[in-house]
């Protein structure tokens, strides 16, 4: 045998040692029914066995087939809420399904009965977790049979990370309790350390705890989302979690001081800045479910005082018009932030809308009015542009404002969040993390940026939710990309597909997104700026610099320390650079 010959059989080998893959419902190793059914026996809850895809009623080839039933999920198949609490549900159907051989491989809603109901990416088996013990069961029963295991909790995730192809499920949603306390004190803390504070269960949304933490006259900073049914307790913090109070109170994860989590080896600890220090910079901003199963969070609580909102909305009559709109309000941006101002400044169809509150009624800031008036009357002597809303509404709390604007709209102004707010859809997001420094020398390539960005995109929201307590934190005092603290406002765009789209028409729509981002990029590229790894870009080639900056080399090392054997890969999470992308095989060393 020649040299040549023996190095390539080598290499060959090499490949085959290295094609390590998780063990899939159908593969022979995969576990029995009589091994679920003794695993069943350990869990609180009765195991969801051998789950179907929603859609699987409206289908005559799928056990399930039931007109009824499928009339019933039909009505429902674009309600966040009834998502969010459905195990095999998530909020962009895009993610139940799976693109394979060039095809997208769906279960479709519509009824069309002949049509094959394809499992997709939807899991077979689903824990429905009520207890730490769940958890740590799971987790060891994953490892044993090699499984493919996904975290969901409400399921908002905008890259499909909490399901997967041929995956077992850790359902974290139907944990619910809390506890607002005076006088928390961290585990392992010394004395004398105690604050207001609320403990959450992984799976309270939003709109519930803005109103708890109402009833309790305080605020928690958190995430906006119509409807209220964002996840508090696990993807938003573990991710960053912007908000729009975090101009007042810093990120997400400068909120949290402690979490209780079951590591990939299964142990139940509990972490903060006094017990696995590392572990709790890692956890936050490392993502979900990347360094373990989070079942509890401890949000520091604030004042509850007063807000004054203004509303906005200006329409440009032409194109130059609307150039001189947006650049016009770059240049106003910093100014009004720094005076006290935090919200969204959507733009679309030559209209550009401001959200914006304000602490304290009248504001603290007593230059708050006279910045936000500076921008209004340079605005409105911009030739072609009519401003139809201005105006200022007193609100007797967050939950006041966020209440009659995000949940019943019928009181609101100006952009309306709730219209065509559905889950339930084909969808692609992209951003990236503006720092305040183009604002202030590159107003007018910025808005130029803007109006490459075809109106028929969704953009909701562009949020000025940096700055401020994001920009007093530390860089390195959590895994966020340092580029958080310069950064001012957080740039979202996303378009949406049909579901008898082609592979080729959903590839196009993708590349549409990821190219209207690049102008923004090439402003503020890595590490000045950064992608937000809770509104990620599908084809992002850097997304360890986008997401983390130079924080990827540390949150690496410990991953490879606390999830050795990659229980807990996702797609572009920390530590799949060797996995493919179904996070199924393992492909390189
Ligand atoms: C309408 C809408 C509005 C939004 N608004 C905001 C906003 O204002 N601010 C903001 O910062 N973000 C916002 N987001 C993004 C949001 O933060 C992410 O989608 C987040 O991941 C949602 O978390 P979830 O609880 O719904 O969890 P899921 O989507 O179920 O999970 C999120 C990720 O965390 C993992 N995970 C789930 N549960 C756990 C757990 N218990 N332990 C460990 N890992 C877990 C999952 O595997 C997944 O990777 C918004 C998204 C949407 C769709
Ligand atoms: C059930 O739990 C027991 C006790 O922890 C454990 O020994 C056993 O292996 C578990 N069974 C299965 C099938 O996971
Ligand atoms: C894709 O096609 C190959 C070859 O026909 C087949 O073995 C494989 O199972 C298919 N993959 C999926 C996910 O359908
Ligand atoms: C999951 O368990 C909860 C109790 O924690 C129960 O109310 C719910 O119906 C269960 N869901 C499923 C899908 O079994
Ligand atoms: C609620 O808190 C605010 C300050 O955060 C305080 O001014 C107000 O008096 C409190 N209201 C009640 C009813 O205690
Ligand atoms: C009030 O706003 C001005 C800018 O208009 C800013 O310089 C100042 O720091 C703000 N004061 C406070 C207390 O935030
Ligand atoms: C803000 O300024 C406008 C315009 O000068 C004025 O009409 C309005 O009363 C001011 N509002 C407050 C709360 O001071
Ligand atoms: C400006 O907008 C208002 C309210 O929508 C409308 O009535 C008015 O005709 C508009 N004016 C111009 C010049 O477009
Ligand atoms: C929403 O608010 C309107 C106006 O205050 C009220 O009439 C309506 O009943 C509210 N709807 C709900 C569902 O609370
Ligand atoms: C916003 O849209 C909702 C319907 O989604 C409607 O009920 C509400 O009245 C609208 N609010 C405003 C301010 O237009
Ligand atoms: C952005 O501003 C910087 C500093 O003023 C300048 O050097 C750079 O050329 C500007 N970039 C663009 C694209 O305008
Ligand atoms: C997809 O469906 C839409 C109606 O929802 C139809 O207008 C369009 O022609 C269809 N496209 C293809 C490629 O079948
Ligand atoms: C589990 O992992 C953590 C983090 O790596 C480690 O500190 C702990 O000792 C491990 N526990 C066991 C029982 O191996």
Request: with cysteine; charged share 10%; hydrophobic share 40%.
């Amino acid at each position: 045998m020649s040299t040549r010959l023996l190095l390539l059989l080598l290499l060959v080998n090499a490949a085959i040692a290295w094609q390590k893959c998780k063990t899939l419902p159908g593969d022979p190793s995969f576990p029995s029914p009589d091994t679920w059914a003794s695993f069943a026996k350990n869990l609180s809850q009765p195991l969801v066995s051998n789950q179907l895809p929603l859609g699987a009623p409206c289908h005559k080839t799928s056990p399930a087939y039931d007109p009824q039933a499928c009339a019933a999920v039909t009505a429902q198949q674009f309600s966040h809420t009834f998502l969010a609490a459905s195990p095999n549900g998530i909020q962009w159907t895009n993610y139940m399904e799976l693109v394979a051989n060039d095809t997208v491989q769906q279960c479709v809603f519509d009824p069309q009965p002949d049509a094959t109901c394809y499992q997709g990416r939807v899991p077979s088996y689903s824990i429905n977790v009520s207890t730490v013990a769940d958890v740590q069961h799971t987790i060891r029963f994953a490892t044993t049979h090699n499984l493919h295991l996904v975290v969901k909790n409400n399921g908002h995730e905008n890259l499909g990370r909490m399901f997967g192809y041929g995956s077992v499920e850790l359902f974290m949603h139907n944990l619910q309790d809390y506890t607002f306390t005076d006088s928390f004190v961290p585990e392992g803390a010394p004395s004398g350390t105690a604050g207001q504070t609320v403990t959450i269960d992984s799976g309270v949304q939003w709109g519930t705890l803005y109103s708890l933490a109402s009833q309790n006259n305080r605020t928690v900073a958190g995430g906006i989302g119509a409807g209220g049914t964002v996840g508090a307790g696990a993807g938003w913090p573990l991710g960053g979690g912007h908000s729009i109070l975090s101009p007042y109170y810093g990120l997400g994860v400068d909120n949290v001081l402690q979490f209780s989590v079951v590591l990939p080896n299964a142990s139940f600890v509990v972490t903060n800045q006094y017990q696995y220090p590392d572990l709790f910079w890692a956890l936050r901003g490392g993502g979900g479910p990347n360094f373990g199963v989070v079942l509890k969070t401890t949000f520091r609580t604030h004042p509850n005082p007063p807000y004054t909102a203004a509303f906005y909305a200006a329409t440009a009559s032409s194109n130059s018009s609307y150039f001189q709109l947006l650049e016009t309000f770059n240049k106003h941006h910093n100014s009004i932030a720094d005076s006290g101002w935090a919200g969204f400044w959507p733009f679309q169809d030559q209209t550009l809308y401001l959200t914006l509150i304000a602490q304290g009624a009248p504001t603290f800031n007593t230059t708050a009015n006279s910045t936000l008036q500076s921008f209004i009357s340079d605005s409105a002597a911009i030739p072609g542009v009519n401003i139809t809303l201005n105006k200022q509404i007193v609100y007797s709390d967050f939950e006041d404002w966020y209440y009659n604007n995000f949940i019943n709209s019928t009181n609101g102004f100006g952009f309306n969040y709730t219209v065509g707010d559905a889950g339930g859809l084909r969808i692609t997001v992209s951003s990236w993390l503006i720092p305040r420094d183009v604002f202030d020398n590159n107003a007018t390539a910025l808005a130029e940026a803007w109006m490459g960005i075809p109106a028929s995109l969704l953009i909701c929201c562009h949020s000025l939710v940096g700055g401020g307590a994001v920009a007093q934190g530390d860089p390195d005092s959590a895994a966020v990309t340092p580029a958080w603290r310069t950064t001012i406002s957080d740039m979202t765009i996303a378009n949406a597909w049909a579901e008898n789209a082609t592979v080729a028409e959903i590839q196009a729509i993708k590349q549409g997104v990821y190219d209207q981002i690049q102008p923004l990029r090439a402003l503020a590229p890595v590490p000045l700026g950064g992608q937000y790894i809770n509104e990620p870009d599908d084809l992002e080639v850097d997304w360890q610099g986008a997401y983390w900056g130079r924080h990827y080399p540390r949150l690496l090392a410990l991953k490879k320390i606390i999830d050795p054997n990659d229980l807990f890969i996702v797609y572009k999470g920390v530590n799949s650079e060797s996995w493919d992308a179904n996070v199924v095989c393992k492909t390189l060393p």
